[in-house]
């Protein structure tokens, strides 16, 4: 089945730094991929949108020069975390809906968890 | 527009306890319904689906069906397990959205042997 492989699974950075995160599909070409950010106990919120070749659509209140989301190619979209700050730290998510026979469903990267210290 | 509403956790039952978790959601077209579920540390796994009304999604003994008349997607199992704790997530995706999918706040399950 289809696969989406998120990397780092978590990084601990000093304040300030800037931090990369990718998400590749590995079996399929994602034309779009979605970017969520999960607080603890918290659901999924959505950060921004990704189109390959055109820029990222950024969610109300999330700021697009902090989280820069670039989707160069059909299997990858990288999500930079810029001058990093320990309200950011969180959990982070892509995932890259795919349509099938059983209609349009999401697959989910591992998640990555981002501390910063 | 679109939303999911799931019933608030956290829930705790013991090994072998029926399990209902409630979900309701509006949507402004005919979107399909997921269960999602989340165990520690990891990302989300698709539990099920179902993508028109009266459909039925069914895997590891959980079962969900897609009432459009209550607008519910009601997750249910017979018999918990303790390898059935995680955190469960509602959502639906709006094909009129760009297939962008809106998630429930997710219930907590802890289930003790």
């Known amino acids: 089945g289809a696969v989406v492989s998120q990397h780092p699974s978590w990084v601990i950075c000093k304040s300030g730094t800037s931090v990369k995160i990718e998400c590749r599909s590995l079996d399929f070409q994602a034309t779009t991929m979605f970017w969520y950010r999960q607080f603890p106990k918290q659901s999924l919120m959505l950060m921004a949108t990704s189109n390959e070749g055109s820029k990222a659509t950024y969610e109300q209140g999330v700021e697009k020069d902090k989280f820069l989301i670039n989707h160069a190619s059909l299997t990858l979209s990288t999500l930079t975390v810029t001058s990093a700050h320990p309200e950011d730290s969180s959990f982070y998510i892509c995932?890259?809906?795919?349509?099938?026979?059983?209609?349009?469903?999401?697959?989910f990267g591992q998640g990555t968890r981002l501390t910063v210290v | 527009g679109n939303s999911v509403t799931q019933m608030e956790g956290p829930v705790t039952l013991s090994e072998e306890a029926f399990l209902t978790i409630n979900c309701t959601y509006t949507a402004t077209g005919y979107p399909s319904l997921f269960w999602y579920v989340q165990y520690p540390g990891e990302g989300l796994q698709l539990l099920l689906k179902?993508?028109?009304?009266?459909d039925k999604g069914s895997n590891k003994g959980f079962e969900a069906t897609y009432r459009k008349e209550t607008t519910s997607f009601h997750l249910e199992k017979g018999s918990v397990q303790v390898s059935d704790s995680a955190v469960y997530f509602c959502?639906?995706?709006?094909?009129?959205?760009?297939?962008?999918?809106?998630f429930g706040t997710g219930t907590s399950l802890t289930v003790i042997p």
């Open positions: 959502a639906l995706s709006d094909p009129h959205a760009g297939n962008q999918f809106y």
């Open positions: 995932s890259a809906p795919i349509g099938g026979t059983g209609g349009t469903e999401a697959f």
């Open positions: 179902a993508t028109k009304a009266d």
